[in-house]
């Protein structure tokens, strides 16, 4: 037996008043003897016999009395149901429901969260007179939302009815944290959890665990889709990764979608790739049982501008997860500062880019050395700093472009004072550079090539040994990098280097683009490094951001970007709206976390330029369809609610409501302990009634 009213049991002390009264009022009687009433005392000793045992009876009634009086207040119930009494404890009941969309599936019973609802429209039409119950989806929480409990079945139905599929996972978690807050505000004592969920993997991935009070508290656990979920047929696309890092017109690019096989074998399904809405690539595959495969897709793009992609597989058991989103800029042709003392027509990197056979590759603007600080830097793509002389300031102002953001590549030259050149090499993380002299007879070569680089994408046929010697030039002076990533080595240091700086990117080439240096100017190598450094230092894969819907998905605006703390944001469906970003030094910092809606997001800022590329997809842990057995779901919850919390399993094709009737709290006594008041009562007047005459007629 329990109480839901146990405070109410410390008034059973009161019990205690008619034994005091009864031992109070008892006395020692002095007894005189008198003669002439001798023969009487005979006659009273039957009388006085029966006065006592009445005057223990109504001891005993009037305690009893008060003892009934206060259990019925206090609310006795038992685990139990008492044919004949229906007195059922009203309950305070919270209704977890996972709306996540994996829910959205539909097995041999049907749609599950079609199935979910079923459950909980017999769990509201189980409802007693007085109980009351709330709603409380576990996908996509509103913690702000006030959750309130209603009596009304009409009103909890409709509620119900208003649910939607959810593209957030579920959070079973979270959920519980606010299932406790609603319970304070409870009606009545006993309460209720269901929780009706198809209990994958993803609901318990919380993994800070709090436990939840569960005095007078019974857990209901509803699992749906109890048909064997290792028959299901599913593919999911899991992640892409984008190989390609330079994005250019009528240049292919490459990427790679994982792809999970939850069912049996597949042979020959298919995986199409689309760039703005358009089918511009496809490939067959095949996929054994429980396999996961990285599959290698891609296509030319052709106009510059935003590009809005996705890969998809052929329809299977569950579509949601067929698709992935991504996107990528494919930039206009750049806009280029070329700092040289050489003269435009004898200037070799000049000819390099007019000479590609591309119309319009980029438009360059040329400049004396000595105008880098009368050039607007920011208004340049990237900018290249040839031959020449150079001062500190010059290099402090290279130096700030490219620290806010911009790139430039960096030819060595031997017009500048060494010291003020190799000073400034070591700002931008090349190290203390030098001059290395080699005989026209013996001149250096390359040794490595890091042919993995994206620098280098497509350039090279890839062999086992991705650093192999491609074809050198003869170099007879260089100022080898000791610093930075390597791209090319020479054997005194890096002929060709990286170093990132801020937020921007500096190539470092060892030779001035002149002959008296090297031979590099007339090898074929040259227009290659010249206009894949442009086309690399051009293109921003770092502007394009893939997160998982439900995750944490902020990101970084460049400060050179965020002209303002305003950002024009357009959605997958072509609404635009717009957000406010935390302004940092660094930038800015939007969130895109409540974001709700699969697909790219595009964001521009104040100046009306697209400063990044958001692609919001679903968690590949919603298309785990493994089922966990009775005994591992049940453990898994016992972690979340305190000791000997009583929890039970309910299966969805169980009767919900005998099950429920079964194992709810059980059934209130207070008006059996009411009765025994009342009978109590009567007894005690009847009794009373009689002493006192009795006591009258002697």
Request: a neutral charge; hydrophobic letters at 40%; one cysteine or more.
């Amino acid at each position: 037996m329990t109480f839901l009213n146990p405070a109410v049991l410390f008034g059973l002390i009161a019990a205690s008043l008619p034994i005091l009264l009864h031992i109070l009022n008892l006395r020692k009687l002095k007894t005189i003897e008198f003669s002439s009433l001798q023969f009487l005392k005979e006659m009273q000793k039957n009388k006085i016999r029966r006065l006592k045992l009445k005057q223990i009876i109504l001891l005993i009634i009037r305690t009893l009395l008060i003892v009934c009086i206060v259990l019925a207040f206090a609310r006795p119930t038992i685990d139990r149901p008492i044919t004949g009494l229906d007195s059922f404890a009203k309950s305070s009941s919270v209704i977890l429901i996972d709306n996540s969309f994996s829910l959205d599936f539909s097995d041999a019973n049907g749609n599950r969260f079609n199935q979910s609802k079923k459950i909980i429209n017999e769990i509201i039409d189980n409802m007693k007179e007085g109980e009351e119950a709330t709603i409380i989806e576990l996908a996509n929480i509103n913690e702000f939302k006030v959750y309130e409990f209603s009596r009304s079945v009409d009103y909890l139905k409709d509620n119900l009815s208003k649910l939607q599929i959810s593209y957030q996972p579920a959070d079973l978690d979270k959920g519980l944290q606010l299932t406790a807050k609603v319970l304070e505000n409870a009606n009545h004592i006993n309460k209720n959890i269901f929780i009706i969920s198809d209990y994958q993997a993803n609901v318990f991935e919380q993994s800070n665990i709090k436990k939840i009070q569960t005095k007078h508290t019974n857990i209901y656990v509803i699992p749906i889709g109890n048909t064997n979920n290792s028959n299901i047929k599913n593919l999911s696309i899991d992640s892409i990764n984008i190989l390609s890092r330079i994005f250019q017109i009528n240049k292919s690019v490459e990427l790679e979608g994982v792809v999970r096989n939850s069912g049996g074998d597949v042979d020959a399904t298919i995986m199409k790739l689309y760039f703005n809405g358009n089918n511009v690539a496809q490939r067959t595959f095949n996929i054994q049982s429980e396999q996961t495969r990285s599959i290698s897709i891609g296509a030319t793009a052709i106009n510059p501008g935003v590009v809005s992609a996705y890969i998809e597989l052929e329809n299977d058991a569950f579509m949601e997860d067929n698709k992935k989103y991504f996107g990528f800029i494919i930039p206009d042709k750049p806009t280029i500062a070329l700092f040289s003392n050489d003269n435009i027509n004898t200037n070799f990197v000049h000819t390099a880019i007019t000479l590609t056979g591309n119309e319009g590759f980029a438009r360059v603007n040329y400049f004396p050395s000595n105008q880098v600080a009368s050039a607007n830097l920011s208004q340049f793509d990237l900018i290249i700093v040839g031959n020449g002389i150079y001062s500190s300031s010059d290099y402090k102002l290279i130096k700030d472009y490219i620290n806010n953001g911009g790139a430039a590549l960096i030819f060595a030259n031997n017009l500048t004072d060494h010291s003020v050149f190799s000073d400034a090499m070591f700002e931008f993380g090349f190290g203390n550079v030098k001059v290395k002299e080699y005989s026209k007879q013996q001149p250096t070569q390359f040794t490595t090539t890091d042919k993995m680089h994206p620098l280098f994408e497509g350039v090279f046929k890839i062999d086992n040994d991705s650093r192999s010697v491609v074809e050198s030039p003869k170099i007879y002076r260089a100022i080898p990098a000791l610093d930075g990533q390597s791209l090319i080595d020479i054997g005194d240091g890096s002929f060709l280097s990286e170093s990132i700086i801020g937020d921007g990117k500096v190539l470092y080439c060892a030779v001035a683009p002149i002959l008296e240096w090297s031979t590099l100017p007339v090898t074929g190598i040259f227009p290659t490094i010249v206009i894949r450094s442009i086309a690399y230092l051009g293109s921003h894969p770092e502007l394009s951001y893939n997160f998982e819907i439900g995750r944490n998905s902020t990101i970084q605006i460049l400060k050179k970007y965020a002209t303002s703390n305003n950002f024009k944001i357009i959605d997958p469906n072509g609404n635009e709206f717009l957000r406010q970003a935390v302004m940092l030094p660094s930038g800015a910092m939007l969130d895109f976390s409540d974001m709700n809606l699969p697909g790219l997001y595009t964001v521009y800022n104040s100046n009306n330029v697209v400063v990044a590329l958001v692609a919001l997809n679903l968690q590949g842990s919603e298309s785990d369809f493994t089922k966990y057995t009775d005994a591992q779901l049940l453990e898994k919850l016992r972690e979340r609610f305190e000791d000997k919390t009583k929890i039970e399993l309910i299966n969805s094709d169980d009767n919900i409501k005998k099950r429920i009737e079964y194992t709810r709290s059980g059934t209130e006594l207070w008006r059996l302990f009411i009765l025994l008041a009342l009978l109590l009562a009567i007894a005690e007047m009847l009794v009373r009634r009689d002493s006192t005459k009795e006591t009258k007629s002697s």
